[in-house]
């Protein structure tokens, strides 16, 4: 493999996406997961701290990304998300699953771990 890796610009926490910025989001990490959310849904708020605190563990891994239901309605389109809170999860580019509801921190953790297939490690 090349140093590619190496190269990722890992955030520090989920990263507010758009319909903008999604595709390139998605693109630029190996490993990524997009929270689909809206104020006014409180699972989606109950979720929220989960997938802060999975980002600062698992940065450096897994990106994780918010995306506002409300305010981007062509991504949400283009994958179908009819409940909320709904997670994307992508590796290498590709759409590998869709959760749907709330989790807690040590199931979720478990599921995508699991997804990734490494322990979400990298090797």
């Not at 990263?15 to 490993?31: G, Q, R």
């Not at 006014?40 to 990106?63: D, F, N, Q, T």
Request: with cysteine; hydrophobic share 35%; charged share 35%.
């Amino acid at each position: 493999m090349t140093s590619k890796k190496k190269d990722i610009k890992w955030p520090e926490g989920p990263v507010k996406l758009s319909d903008e910025d999604f595709d390139a989001f998605v693109k630029d990490h190996p490993k990524v997961v997009v929270d689909c959310w809206a104020d006014w849904c409180g699972p989606c708020r109950k979720l929220g701290p989960v997938i802060k605190e999975l980002a600062g563990v698992h940065k450096g891994e897994i990106a994780f990304g918010k995306l506002d239901v409300d305010e981007n309605d062509k991504v949400s389109d283009r994958y179908g998300v009819r409940g909320i809170p709904t997670l994307l999860v992508f590796q290498d580019g590709e759409h590998v699953d869709t959760l749907v509801g709330y989790r807690g921190r040590s199931e979720l953790e478990k599921e995508l771990l699991e997804e990734f297939g490494n322990g979400g490690d990298g090797q």
